[in-house]
């Protein structure tokens, strides 16, 4: 074999916690190690997928406002207009309402975020807020 360049190998936990990865380096037919490198990694816990979301009141007039909500005990709530990817449109905690004042019906997706970790749901749940134009007088 050459050893003269990088070779990966992929490692993937099954759950969250602390492992130790050590390589170990031998000169060729013989069993007495060069050197041993040691790295410990931690996994977080993914949270929970955002549930029971809800817009109250889940149809407005256009220039009024809603209230979103989603749940995910104990996580922040980030707030999105796509299902993946873009950009958080703001937070809030668990279960408390979020104001929004769509200029057009708008879907609403919820991802779940652990402060101290910075990880993220694996997907995000889905609230519909239906905007009417608001009638001539």
Same mark, same amino acid.
């Given at each position: 074999?050459?050893f003269?360049?990088?070779?990966?190998?992929?490692?993937?936990?099954s759950?969250?916690?602390?492992?130790?990865?050590?390589?170990?380096?031998?000169?060729?037919?013989?069993?007495?190690?060069?050197?041993?490198?040691?790295?410990?990694?931690?996994?977080?816990?993914?949270?929970?997928?955002?549930?029971?979301?809800?817009?109250?009141?889940?149809?407005?007039?256009?220039?009024?406002?809603?209230?979103?909500?989603?749940?995910?005990?104990?996580?922040?709530?980030?707030? /999105?207009?796509?299902?993946?990817?873009?950009?958080?449109i703001?937070? &809030?905690? !668990?279960?408390?309402?979020? $104001? +929004? @004042?769509? %200029?057009?019906?708008?879907?609403? /997706?919820?991802?779940?975020?652990?402060?101290?970790?910075?990880?993220? &749901?694996? !997907?995000?749940?889905?609230? $519909? +807020? @239906?905007? %009417?134009?608001?009638?001539?007088?």
């Open positions: 074999n050459d003269n360049s990088a070779r990966t190998t992929t490692i993937t936990p759950a969250s916690g602390t492992y130790t990865i050590s390589c170990t380096l031998y000169n060729h037919g013989d069993n007495d190690p060069i050197v041993t490198k040691t790295k410990t990694v931690t996994v977080n816990t993914v949270p929970a997928i955002p549930v029971l979301t809800s817009a109250t009141p889940a149809a407005i007039c256009l220039g009024s406002s809603a209230d979103v909500k989603a749940t995910s005990s104990g996580n922040i709530i980030q707030w /999105y207009t796509v299902n993946t990817g873009g950009i958080n703001g937070t &809030s905690n !668990s279960n408390a309402n979020f $104001l +929004v @004042t769509p %200029s057009a019906t708008t879907t609403y /997706y919820a991802e779940a975020k652990i402060a101290a970790t910075s990880c993220v &749901s694996t !997907s995000r749940s889905s609230v $519909l +807020v @239906t905007v %009417s134009p608001n009638s001539a007088a």
